[in-house]
């Protein structure tokens, strides 16, 4: 039998937020487990009465239930808050709470143990139960249970208390639903209790090791006297952040300017996107090109973190401007010393190769003497589109201070405005 890890970082979701704890009230008592999804491509299964149904993806969170006295592991798939997909048209009306569900995925197991980092691993029995608000239901891998059997990895009595459990958990979860979702719903709120009072995020054996490394270091220094500028392309982050740097006699460090000197740092071992052979850049489609601008950034940002720290010991105030991966720099700085600067995305479009870097992309280009006026244009706007497209944040639902170029008349307003939110007005 399979041992799984209730984090599940078999599937690759280690780095995402995860919590394990004990429960115990009036109508629960067990295990209680909660994954967010911080980042991740959508994906979907399909169902008879669901139809497609979401079952990862940014946003999401699965909650996961091991309630005592039972050889079960009870799933629940969340849509973000507060939302749902639309195109299930049977979904019922009264889930549509904070916390509505997407599928239920339950297994059926063996027993429980703990790893040596302190992850509760299930040692799974094949059989599971699946089921949905619109009423779906399946047992699903009865014939990797029935093998099992057969070959004698199950014994007789193994094989037995799986069906058993199965028959339970269609008479507990499945005959109500509605009840069953107002159940998780409830422990889930206990959950979400815990974690806004200070529970600790339990991590994986996989982020111990990362946080041992000095990139990952939470720098009470940094914290105090390192600023960030960051946004998406022509929104002003070069112009606003030479301003506010000389105003205040901060040390200024430019991603951009920056950037090839992180790519000589590279390690083809460590360093998939910076190491990428590009000689075929012009045949890759646009979502490899967001994925490899994307990538590079999220490669370099431990880069630009480390010679942060540096410069937090050596200079009184530092001010970074460029791109970083958003998400790991709010692991190790100050949220309230982050803005982020947005324009609208036709303005981009139409700046977007005045900037002088950008500039080069379009001469280089057009200086190109063996393909046509036509695949030039071509170039033109497909490497535009992917540095626009790779580099627009939802920002809001990180919860970090946005500033747009549209609404403010000028750099030095726009310069003004985030000294005051720094608190240097």
């Not at 984090?7 to 919590?19: A, E, H, K, S, V």
């Not at 049977?90 to 339950?106: D, E, L, M, Q, T």
């Not at 390690?267 to 890759?284: E, L």
Request: charged share 30%; proline share 2%.
């Amino acid at each position: 039998m399979k041992h799984k890890r209730l984090n599940r970082d078999g599937w690759g979701f280690q780095y995402y937020p995860y919590y394990q704890m004990r429960i115990d009230c009036d109508y629960f008592h067990g295990m209680a487990c909660l994954i967010r999804f911080t980042d991740g491509e959508a994906n979907y299964w399909e169902t008879p009465k669901a139809g497609r149904i979401q079952v990862t993806g940014e946003g999401m969170t699965w909650l996961e239930l091991i309630p005592d006295n039972t050889k079960r592991v009870i799933t629940v798939k969340y849509f973000p808050d507060g939302t749902y997909d639309e195109e299930r048209a049977s979904y019922p009306k009264n889930f549509c709470g904070k916390y509505r569900p997407s599928i239920w995925y339950v297994d059926i197991i063996e027993g429980i143990e703990y790893a040596e980092d302190g992850i509760a691993v299930f040692i799974d029995k094949y059989l599971d139960v699946i089921f949905t608000p619109e009423g779906d239901i399946k047992i699903d891998d009865r014939d990797e249970l029935d093998q099992a059997h057969a070959t004698g990895e199950l014994s007789d009595e193994q094989y037995t208390d799986a069906l058993t459990e199965c028959d339970h958990i269609l008479r507990d979860l499945c005959f109500d639903i509605a009840k069953t979702n107002t159940w998780c719903s409830e422990i889930r709120e206990l959950v979400e209790a815990r974690i806004a009072a200070g529970e600790e995020i339990t991590k994986c054996r996989d982020v111990l090791q990362l946080e041992k490394h000095h990139f990952f270091r939470r720098l009470d220094k940094m914290n105090r006297n390192v600023f960030f500028i960051l946004g998406c392309p022509c929104a002003g982050k070069t112009t606003v952040a030479r301003l506010l740097a000389q105003k205040n006699n901060m040390f200024l460090l430019s991603g951009d300017e920056r950037r090839f000197e992180y790519y000589k740092h590279a390690d083809k071992a460590k360093h998939k996107y910076m190491t990428m052979d590009a000689s075929s850049f012009w045949d890759w489609s646009l979502d490899e090109m967001v994925d490899w601008e994307r990538g590079v950034i999220s490669e370099q940002t431990p880069m630009i973190i480390e010679e942060l720290n540096t410069l937090s010991e050596e200079r009184d105030l530092v001010l970074f401007e460029g791109m970083m991966d958003i998400k790991y720099l709010l692991s190790v700085a100050d949220r309230d010393h982050i803005v982020y600067l947005t324009v609208d995305r036709e303005i981009c479009e139409k700046d977007f190769f005045g900037r002088g870097d950008h500039n080069g992309m379009l001469t280089a280009i057009m200086n190109t003497e063996d393909i046509s006026d036509e695949e030039k244009k071509r170039r033109t706007e497909i490497r535009r589109a992917a540095a626009i497209t790779a580099f627009y944040e939802d920002v809001q639902s990180l919860g970090l201070q946005s500033f747009s170029r549209k609404d403010i008349s000028s750099p030095l307003e726009m310069t003004y405005k985030i000294e005051q939110y720094f608190n240097m007005a």
